[in-house]
């Protein structure tokens, strides 16, 4: 048997504002809360289903360049650019990482500068 992803874990300074925030975005709820560290989760799934649980972790340095690994959403219920504004409502913001403006997909960033990307194809 293979392995498969069961988490991604970010490093982050305020772990349950982005909680919330990715909670939001995602549809996810808070799964472990502890001093440290918070997990999200699908509602009433958690960990071990079939998507990853996130969970952010309190690191004390800043982030410094681009992740090197990073998180794509597809709009599921909307259109893309539908999609885009409430990400933006609710907090992201617009991120170059060097696209050309050609893309169709749009680069964002998290509350605290954390890269990741709208699709365009809606699930």
Excluded: Y
């Amino acid at each position: 048997m293979a392995c498969r992803i069961s988490e991604l874990v970010v490093d982050c300074h305020d772990p349950e504002r982005l909680a919330a925030f990715w909670c939001e975005v995602l549809g996810f709820e808070v799964t472990e809360c502890k001093d440290d560290w918070v997990e999200i989760g699908p509602p009433g799934i958690g960990f071990g289903g079939l998507q990853p649980t996130l969970i952010f972790q309190s690191v004390p340095e800043p982030k410094r360049d681009k992740l090197r690994l990073h998180i794509d959403v597809n709009p599921t219920d909307r259109d893309q650019e539908a999609e885009l504004e409430r990400l933006l409502k609710l907090g992201a913001v617009p991120a170059d990482v060097g696209q050309t403006g050609e893309e169709d997909w749009h680069v964002l960033a998290d509350p605290e500068g954390n890269e990741f990307c709208l699709l365009r194809r809606r699930l």
